[in-house]
């Protein structure tokens, strides 16, 4: 069991306290029943029993499991895509995703070519500051590469935004060329920060979707088609060539199926430093869902695309044996009836409908559904993939990511006994549909803090908006 200290307890008695009592403390390597005392944001103590005279609050986390804070290490919420704009905004998300029990969120930052990257930081980070009640940070996506750009880049990584985005798709919009991509990796590994990928050819997705349509192929269920696996596979081999050669660190995002997993794993096992994440629809969706009739499939249109059903054995399996290394989101909120609707026939077609589906509100208890309450991960394997392991890969740890002496106070009290159903009506991320309607949950947060203060008490949002911050992190390595 962690131990406790005199000196952190009594740090700043000025300070608000919280007492969290008798909870079953879970956390990657750890596993025992102790009390956990916060002061202002931080835990200052953690024993067998503390004394409640003068805490400001108690709360009993007996039979209950308490877990560090959970990470989103990929969303998009403040996202011009595809000619519209998603619906959410730090208001809406960062309270989703506390419901959720998520207390840090990491956004991808997707300028334009023609945009300023410096200025396009900013921008995105002027969104966050001042609204979000969640504590929030960056990937900096890289959308062209030029000597002024990488001058940019590389006071965005001074700034503590240690890690970068390449699209290897979307070409002509937020794609980059096989040379903005080798001179990213170099950056990287020049740097010490990590390039996240998301791995596709466009040029092959180019000419496919461009087939499909002339053959009056026009509708949702034809957008896995013109992006099948071996189109993302090729892509994870192609990124991972480049890490290769230039001895950068790499995170591929988003891996739907197995010929990604296996492309990766080779150049795993010759030594080149790339994390694979998958995100929580491949884990209970498939490609059945985009071939719902009615232009109904069109909700669940993402990219990469919903795979066979196959396809969600071999990730389940690849998470279980850790090849897999974080459970993701991607959440893209788009409304089904005039954003979604973009891409209806016979006036458009799919390769019009905004990609994404809205999850943040569910990553968490959906993985324990599917995950924990059936078995095929343990809890430790829950909190790796969720926390910890997203913690360490962006210079969060240990701040964020566990339950210890000095780490910020975001904890997560879990009610495993809690059962419900996900509806639109009632989740509060701001759509008009919900990707997981119906479907049955086995447990949810019933308490979550973030930095100490108590944001969520049984479902509701009980925090306070601004009061998320931007997360200093340190660079995973330096060259």
């Known amino acids: 069991m962690t131990p406790s200290t005199d000196s952190l307890a009594r740090a700043d008695q000025s300070q608000q306290s919280l007492l969290i009592r008798g909870g079953r403390i879970i956390t990657a390597d750890q596993d025992y029943v102790a009390d956990i005392l916060v002061r202002g944001e931080r835990i200052v103590e953690i024993a067998t029993s503390i004394p409640q005279d003068g805490v400001d609050e108690v709360i ?52 334009g070519r023609d945009d300023d990257p410096w200025e396009a930081y900013q921008r995105w980070k002027g969104k966050a500051e001042g609204l979000s009640a969640c504590d929030f940070s960056f990937h900096m996506g890289v959308t062209r590469f030029d000597a002024g750009s990488e001058t940019q880049l590389r006071r965005i990584i001074d700034d503590g935004i240690t890690s970068l985005k390449v699209f290897l798709a979307y070409k002509g919009a937020l794609g980059v060329t096989d040379t903005e991509l080798f001179r990213t990796c170099q950056l990287a590994a020049d740097t010490g920060a990590v390039v996240t990928a998301h791995c596709e050819n466009a040029d092959l997705i180019d000419e496919l979707q461009s087939q499909l349509v002339a053959q009056g192929k026009v509708g949702p269920e034809f957008h896995e088609p013109s992006r099948p696996v071996s189109v993302e596979a090729d892509g994870v081999h192609h990124f991972c060539t480049f890490l290769e ?68 054995t071999q990730l389940w399996n690849a998470i279980g044996c850790g090849t897999i290394a974080t459970v993701a989101t991607d959440h893209a909120p788009f409304d089904f009836a005039d954003q979604k609707a973009m891409g209806r026939a016979p006036e458009s077609d799919f390769t019009k409908i905004p990609n994404g589906i809205p999850s943040v509100e569910h990553r968490c208890t959906l993985l324990y559904t599917h995950g924990v309450a059936t078995g095929k991960i343990d809890l430790h394997q829950f909190v790796s993939l969720l ?39 009632t989740h509060t991320m701001n759509t008009d549909y919900d990707g997981f309607e119906g479907f049955e949950i086995v447990g949810r947060p019933s308490v979550v803090t973030c930095r100490g203060q108590v944001s969520v008490r049984d479902g509701k949002f009980t925090g306070k908006l601004g009061h998320g911050r931007a997360v200093p992190r340190k660079l995973a390595r330096k060259s």
Request: glycine share 8%.
């Open 387 to 425: 926390s910890t392991n997203a913690a360490k890969q962006f210079g969060m740890f240990p701040a964020k990511g566990t339950i210890g002496l000095g780490s910020d106070a975001d904890i997560v009290v879990w009610d495993p006994n809690y059962r419900g159903v996900i509806s639109a009506e």
């Open 245 to 312: 050669m230039t001895g950068a660190s790499g995170y591929i995002v988003h891996t739907s199926c197995s010929p990604a997993i296996e492309a990766a794993r080779q150049f795993q096992a010759r030594g080149v430093d790339v994390t694979i994440e998958t995100v929580i629809p491949y884990l209970v969706l498939d490609k059945t869902y985009a071939e719902r009739p009615n232009f109904e499939g069109a909700k669940y249109v993402m990219s990469p695309p919903l795979r066979d059903i196959r396809h969600q």
């Open 60 to 111: 009993d986390a007996s039979g209950k499991l308490v877990f560090p804070g959970f990470i989103d290490p990929h969303v998009h919420i403040h996202l011009p895509f595809m000619g519209t704009h998603a619906k959410d905004d730090y208001d809406s998300a960062s309270r989703a995703a506390l419901i959720g029990g998520t207390t840090t969120l990491i956004e991808m930052i997707c300028p």
